[in-house]
């Protein structure tokens, strides 16, 4: 079967929410820093065991001043990444407020992934310990506990776990889909884009991605944005 997800990444400004999107789709870690005017958009297609998930995800700007437009992209979400910075302990604290946010206008089936960003800067600069992001992911799964929060920690400038946040998601959503406990829209084809296979990787290494079938193929990614 084919499957789309609509996915969309928030949290504070600059804790790196674009440079994992576009870490993702594109392999690309972007050289100029610029701030997401609104939203932005891309997708990528993932051959997942039996089934292929179009991961539709919505990049989404972290100052304050786009947050009406941000509303209108959260509403029919089937995951949200929210995403900090490791390395500043306020975009830590902002996390309660964003997972707020996204409950309420969500509402109670959204599947949620934490992620802590900026890994690569190591442990000296590092502001929020493992463990307060353990017991912060176990009260809030006590708190919401129907939406199993789960957190993972990356670098989209290293490339270091990115793939498996991605993956981990699918995952998950592939388990509820057997399950028949999610209802995903569906698509006939993916009309010659051709599905991307990924596996797990350790962390600190580059993740094995490969074309599914023939090389010469058509890039299974597209962008677009969208600015308030
Ligand atoms: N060291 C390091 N820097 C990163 C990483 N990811 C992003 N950055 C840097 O953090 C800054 C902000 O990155 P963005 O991806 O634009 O952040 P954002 O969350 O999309 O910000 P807004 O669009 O304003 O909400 C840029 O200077 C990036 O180069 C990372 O994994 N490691
Ligand atoms: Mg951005």
Redesign the pocket.
Known sequence: MNYIIKAA?V?????????????FAKDI??M??????GVDFDCKIIDFKENNYKIQIW?????EK?QSIVKSYIRDLNVCIV?F?V?QYKTFINLKKWLEYIICIAGDDIILQIVG?????GENLREVPRELIDEFCKEHNIEYKEHNIEYME?????D?NIDNIFLNIIERIDNLVKEDKINLKRYGSFNEVIPQKIKYSKSNSKLNTKSNTKSNSKLNTSTCCIIA
Do not use: E, H, M
Not at 11 to 23: A, N, P
Not at 117 to 121: G, H, Q
């Open positions: 990444l949290g504070d400004y600059s804790v790196g929410k674009t440079c994992i999107v576009s870490r870690f972007p100029y820093d610029i701030s997401t005017l990049d989404t700007a972290g100052q786009f995403v910075d390395n960003n900026k890994i690569d800067l990356c670098s989209a400038k290293d270091n």
